[in-house]
């Protein structure tokens, strides 16, 4: 399917947008919206220097439930409160800010009826799910402003929290930190067997960073290297607080920046109990007291809240900034809960060769292996059903998260830099870490779509800056 056939509803040279950008011109791309200044009340002077200033927080965003059966999804510039009561401009999704969250069974069908109310063309793409290339939403199948596009797939894999968002060359950076994401979580009998928190205990967590011009207003203002914001937001949120009751809670936790690597943990130390990461459900669960995590990436983690009294308050917390991203509070309600133990899924073990298929350099900020992204070359082919081992290595300027669309993957060894497969990198992926001296090796295995009309798919980093600059490749199963 190409971007012709997509928009012959709309303006088909609108479609033609990313294919004629230079990466000039995706640097100068920076959408300003409004956004609310939140307020911070700085205490007079103690002895002995400043005090630190108290933040005046405001409620958590909670976005609103989906289904994706028969549902309409619209992205269009919005107004949302990011705290304090005063409205935001910026892009939306059906007018939420994060979108809707999307709830399906496996086995479900989804049909979303996308509508482009954007002025420039874009996509939709379902990060994590197993879809062919008429649904993916690839670069090459843009939606024109002002057309709509039928977002059509079989549920087929195991639980886990998925994302939605554009992915428009050289400018999905400008699109997501402007707004346009949203949570995708699957179900299913393995997980609803084991009694895990859920309803008001159950809540998805999109953390990212924003930069905000003196005006208050949202800003995408990105260099080559990536957008490293000065803000932490939450669910949309600047400054988020969120009431807890005496309880186990389960937080579907996103890294939703475009380049920042967040390093979560509690001020307090106390450990998550981590169950599960990108691809559903660990064998067993672990508790860490820290966990970092690239663009992409997602945690499914428990906190354990039955000692919090009411009005006590625990901080999750960026360790890399030094940010405080989420205030828990107390209410000392009684919720109950459990942290589980044994096993929480069966995973089958992947096997394939012992030397890599494959190799990927990742070259500065704008190449794999050597070559910067066209949509109209395939780079390479894959057997369809067999296990390939990947070796990712860089020549620097990462960090690079890497992303492969079509399959999950297990990560098998780091070497160099980190040296190390960490507890949230086990099970299934479909994005890993990839630092400076640093090489990864993956096993994965392509089994659901292949050709060219449904098995067209891209690996790429997840930077969104080095991803727009052309840091891709089009790869088919057949």
Not at 102 to 111: H, L, Q, V, W, Y
Not at 150 to 178: C, D, S
Not at 394 to 421: C, D, E, L, M, W
């Amino acid at each position: 399917m190409n971007s012709k056939q997509i928009n012959q509803t709309g303006n088909i040279e609108s479609a033609q947008i990313s294919r004629n950008l230079t990466r000039r011109d995706f640097l100068r791309l920076g959408l300003v919206a409004a956004g609310a200044i939140v307020v911070s009340k700085v205490a007079p002077v103690l002895a002995g220097g400043k005090p630190p200033p108290t933040t005046t927080r405001y409620p958590l965003r909670i976005p609103p439930g989906a289904s994706p059966l028969n549902y309409s999804l619209t992205a269009a510039p919005g107004s949302v409160d990011v705290g304090g009561g005063k409205n935001s401009s910026v892009l939306a999704y059906n007018g939420h800010f994060p979108g809707p969250t999307f709830r399906a069974n496996k086995g479900d069908s989804a049909s979303i009826q996308f509508t482009n109310g954007l002025s420039e063309a874009t996509t939709v793409h379902w990060h994590g799910m197993i879809v062919p290339t008429a649904a993916d939403g690839q670069p090459q199948d843009l939606v024109a402003p002002g057309a709509n596009y039928p977002y059509e797939f079989q549920i087929n894999q195991r639980a886990a929290l998925n994302w939605y968002h554009p992915h428009p060359h050289m400018a999905t950076g400008k699109h997501v930190v402007l707004g346009l994401a949203g949570a995708f979580i699957i179900n299913d009998a393995e997980e609803a067997a084991l009694g895990l928190p859920s309803g008001a205990y159950e809540i998805p967590l999109i953390v990212r960073d924003a930069n905000f011009d003196s005006a208050g207003n949202l800003v995408y203002n990105p260099t080559s290297s990536g957008y490293l914001a000065k803000n932490p937001m939450v669910n949309g949120t600047r400054d988020p607080y969120l009431n807890v009751d005496s309880a186990v809670y389960r937080f579907r936790v996103l890294n939703g920046a475009s380049a920042r690597l967040f390093k979560l943990a509690l001020n307090n130390g106390a450990l998550f109990t981590l169950i599960g990461n990108d691809g559903g459900l660990l064998e067993t669960a672990t508790q860490v007291s820290q966990i970092e995590f690239s663009p992409g990436e997602r945690l499914d983690l428990l906190i354990d809240f039955r000692g919090l009294a009411s009005g006590a308050t625990i901080m999750l917390q960026d360790l890399n900034t030094g940010w405080n991203l989420l205030e828990f509070r107390g209410t000392g309600v009684a919720g109950g809960g459990s942290i589980p133990t044994g096993t929480l899924s069966t995973i089958a073990r992947l096997s394939g060769p012992a030397t890599p298929t494959r190799s990927f350099s990742f070259d500065g900020m704008t190449r794999i292996n050597g070559q910067e992204y066209d949509m109209d070359r395939i780079d390479f082919q894959v057997p369809f059903g067999q296990t390939e081992r990947w070796r990712f290595t860089t020549k620097g300027n990462a960090p690079h998260p890497i992303h492969i669309h079509g399959a999950s993957f297990q990560v098998q060894s780091r070497t160099g830099g980190r040296g190390k497969v960490f507890e949230w990198e086990r099970g299934w992926k479909d994005t890993v870490l990839l630092n400076d001296r640093e090489t990864v090796e993956i096993l994965i295995r392509f089994d659901a779509y292949r050709g060219t009309t449904q098995g067209r798919y891209l690996i790429h980093c997840h930077k969104l800056e080095h991803e727009d600059q052309g840091m891709m490749a089009n790869f088919v199963v057949v």
